[in-house]
């Protein structure tokens, strides 16, 4: 217990610094500051602001779906945690010179083209803009709900930039658009605040793997570099502790008690329903086969990442393993059941070997890739307090 308050209270340390340092000026503000823009009387009236509405002269908060009372500041000004728009990368090898087997990084694949992003710089930075084989693309990581998204930044015909708000709504963070300073779930993708309010951005799938695990899959894909422009202790954890604790940072909703707040979850809108596959059903089945709605579906867990929000070192943590979801019906119609022989997950048609990507590595199949379900690893209070009718496997 110990470990973990003195984590969590680093973390509030680093948002009190970031606040010194960058100009924020506290959580309670005159909402009369903002001129809300858009053509509503007040904007405010009725509403408890609890975050600095004068960096936010060009938001039009006459446009929301959200009660502006649940947002929070985190302390830090609009990218006063500043987000990476210009990218450098490197080669799988030199990344490798401080990426350990089984440092955490979020895998990106368009078309054959492969990037990894580590969280031990997305910690720090929490949004990447960037481009991946043509598509823009914006990838994200909220540490406080354990949340690490991709999305194509492409808005109907607009690219749009996006930044670290420093609010926080249900532990998570608010992105906005430099754009027109729209205001964005990151947990969601969904405008909430502004011109945009009800876009939703397009996902792209991701997965969080160990950095080995990736190299072995895409050895001549690229990785993000520590040359970001900024001076962060890379790798270093700044919530040590955190996936632990069981009072979440700046979360004022009730936690759903089926699981623990910060345990993981593997979780997704399924055949538009809710479902959330704990990491420790994951762990114990290592396959998962399901049916959502109607759609098969085959969820996969393999050890090899660590936490990102453990130990201080993030390469000392523990290994949480990384997980999947796909579907298993393949394009001629078959559906397959998955099955785990020895160390190897196989299908029972074929007896085909398959990886945690989801791709057949030997066998009948070889070759032949699973299309992925979109589904995320996230803290259990975040993934509830988002979609509180989802369904958790094993306990429905």
Not at 136 to 151: G, K, M, R
Not at 157 to 171: A, K, P, Q, T, Y
Request: net charge negative; aromatic share 10%; hydrophobic share 40%.
């Amino acid at each position: 217990m110990k470990r973990i308050l003195i984590g969590i209270a680093a973390a509030s340390l680093l948002l009190v610094v970031l606040t010194g340092v960058f100009g924020g000026n506290g959580l309670h503000v005159n909402a009369q500051q903002g001129n809300g823009v858009g053509e509503c009387e007040d904007p405010f009236e009725g509403q408890t602001i609890r975050f600095n509405v004068s960096f936010w002269q060009e938001t039009d908060f006459c446009q929301r779906n959200i009660d502006l009372s649940t947002v929070l500041s985190g302390g830090p000004p609009p990218d006063g945690i500043p987000p990476i728009d210009n990218p450098v990368y490197e080669s799988v090898a030199d990344a490798s010179k401080w990426l350990s087997d089984e440092s955490p990084v979020v895998a990106v694949e368009i078309d054959g083209e492969a990037r990894a992003y580590p969280l031990a710089i997305l910690t720090w930075h929490e949004i990447v803009n960037t481009e991946l084989n043509g598509m823009p693309i914006t990838v994200t990581f909220c540490p406080l709900c354990n949340s690490a998204l991709v999305f194509d930044r492409n808005v109907d015909g607009e690219i749009l930039d996006f930044g670290v708000s420093g609010n926080l709504r249900n532990s998570d963070l608010i992105m906005y658009d430099r754009q027109t300073d729209s205001w964005w779930q990151q947990f969601t993708g969904e405008g909430i605040v502004g011109v945009y309010t009800d876009t939703q951005l397009e996902f792209v799938p991701s997965q969080v793997v160990g950095f080995a695990q990736f190299a072995e899959e895409f050895p001549d894909a690229e990785v993000i570099s520590r040359d970001t422009g900024a001076s962060r202790s890379y790798g270093r954890n700044p919530y040590a502790g955190y996936d632990s604790t069981s009072a979440p940072f700046l979360f004022e909703g009730d936690l759903d008690d089926r699981l623990p707040a910060t345990s993981r979850v593997l979780a997704g809108v399924i055949s538009g329903e809710p479902t959330a596959y704990p990491f420790s059903a994951l762990q114990d089945e290592v396959v998962i086969n399901d049916t959502v709605g109607e759609r098969d579906v085959v969820a996969i867990w393999q050890p090899g990442s660590r936490s990102a929000l453990d130990a201080s070192s993030i390469d000392e943590s523990r290994d949480i393993g990384t997980a999947g979801v796909f579907s298993r019906e393949l394009e001629d119609g078959t559906v397959l059941t998955f099955v785990v022989e020895g160390d190897a997950i196989v299908d029972e048609q074929t007896g085909s070997e398959w990886n945690l990507f989801g791709r057949a590595t030997a066998g009948e199949l070889e070759g032949t890739e699973l299309r992925p379900v979109l589904a995320a690893p996230h803290f259990w209070f975040a993934w509830a307090a988002f979609q509180p009718e989802t369904t958790v496997y094993g306990l429905e």
